[in-house]
């Protein structure tokens, strides 16, 4: 079974503050993913990594970035927190393939909050 | 650009009974994917169930099945005999064959009522 896991359920920051939001996968996958998750706007790609120190920008990059240093673990940035940025982040990974080979697995979630 | 509508916010359906929930996208290619995303409450997102644009045949998966319309560009989602662990958000997403971006719906929120 694949697993993704994110490294906090929950997180409470202030403003202003750089927020780093990590995640972890057990099955060698070349793509991991970042969304935000928001009612009634579904998922939206923050930032997305095809290889090591490879990325690329999604829909909606501004206000983030994004660190891939080993195959396995992905990392979110929020440079200085905003409270707009308040939303449930997603952490996805697959391997790459045609069609239906690739199937995206998702971590748990972070929900964060920025007062 | 492509989109996928989810039409539905909110559904609900008597537990044993059959619901279907629906998805329309719209897009100009012809290789591409249909997935439908389950997101229990507190819990993590799972594959429902995916369809590849050039099979005819709709997909199946135990009690979810899928109602493919190419041509009127819906994907709906037929869940069968429903159970109280069928409530969840279900997400309607969308991949171009030789792209790693999937574009997901805003999402049906499923209550299961006993």
């Known amino acids: 079974d694949v697993k993704v896991t994110q490294s906090s359920r929950y997180l409470v920051k202030r403003t202003g503050e750089k927020v780093f939001l990590e995640c972890v996968q057990d099955m060698d996958h070349e793509n991991m993913f970042w969304y935000r998750q928001d009612p009634g706007l579904g998922l939206r790609l923050i930032y997305f990594s095809y290889d090591v120190k490879m990325k690329e920008k999604g829909d909606i990059p501004e206000g983030y970035s994004v660190s891939r240093e080993k195959k396995e673990r992905f990392s979110l940035i929020l440079e200085s927190a905003s409270t707009n940025q308040t939303s449930m982040y997603l952490c996805?990974?697959?391997?790459?393939?045609?069609?239906?080979?690739?199937?995206?697995?998702f971590g748990p979630g972070t929900r964060l909050l920025v007062l | 650009a492509q989109t996928v509508t989810q039409s539905q916010p909110e559904m609900s359906v008597q537990e044993a009974e059959t619901v279907t929930l629906s998805c329309t996208y719209d897009?100009?290619?012809?290789?591409?994917?249909l997935f439908w995303y389950k997101q229990p409450p507190s819990r993590q997102m799972i594959l429902v169930i995916r369809q590849e644009a050039y099979k005819q045949q709709n997909a199946t998966e135990n009690r979810f099945s899928v109602n493919f319309q190419k041509a009127a560009k819906s994907f709906s989602l037929k869940i069968s005999d429903s159970q109280l662990g069928d409530a969840a958000m279900y997400f309607c997403a969308y991949r171009v064959g030789s792209n790693y971006k999937l574009t997901f719906g805003k999402g049906t929120l499923l209550t299961v009522n006993p």
């Open positions: 996805a990974s697959s391997l790459p393939g045609q069609g239906n080979q690739e199937t995206q697995y």
């Open positions: 897009t100009s290619e012809s290789d591409y994917y």
